[in-house]
């Protein structure tokens, strides 16, 4: 089993910045891809960006340009750095990890239970 412990979240004004991690725990093999999800009320849970092991990224359209999102492979964790935030942003955040488990070949995905973050106009 892996454990993904999420922090960061909060309350911030319209223009702040947030940092979200991600840290990963468990009988983990490896890591590989890891990314940021979101989900506001009554709204599909979508991507926020996504970091591969090869540190290429991919973003949604919407945050490009003021979120980062990078990994530290020593620490099993992945951060999002949120600048310029928008009402917008307003969401529950959630970690996605895919790992091979320690004894295993196959990828497993994981989530944590997410963060929120709330952005005041």
């Known amino acids: 089993q892996v454990q993904l412990v999420e922090s960061g979240g909060g309350l911030v004004s319209a223009g702040g910045s947030l940092r979200l991690s991600c840290a990963a725990s468990g009988s983990i093999g490896s890591i590989n891809a890891m990314g940021w999800y979101r989900q506001a009320p009554g709204k599909q849970r979508e991507l926020v960006a996504i970091?591969?092991?090869?540190?290429?990224?991919n973003y949604a359209d919407s945050v490009k340009g003021r979120f980062t999102i990078s990994r530290d492979n020593a620490k099993n964790t992945v951060y999002l750095q949120m600048n310029s935030l928008k009402p917008e942003d307003t969401a529950v955040y959630y970690c996605?990890?895919?790992?091979?488990?320690?004894?295993?070949?196959?990828?497993?995905?994981?989530w944590g239970r997410g963060t929120q973050v709330t952005v005041s106009s």
């Open positions: 970091i591969n092991t090869d540190s290429s990224t």
């Open positions: 996605n990890v895919e790992v091979t488990l320690i004894g295993f070949r196959h990828q497993t995905t994981y």
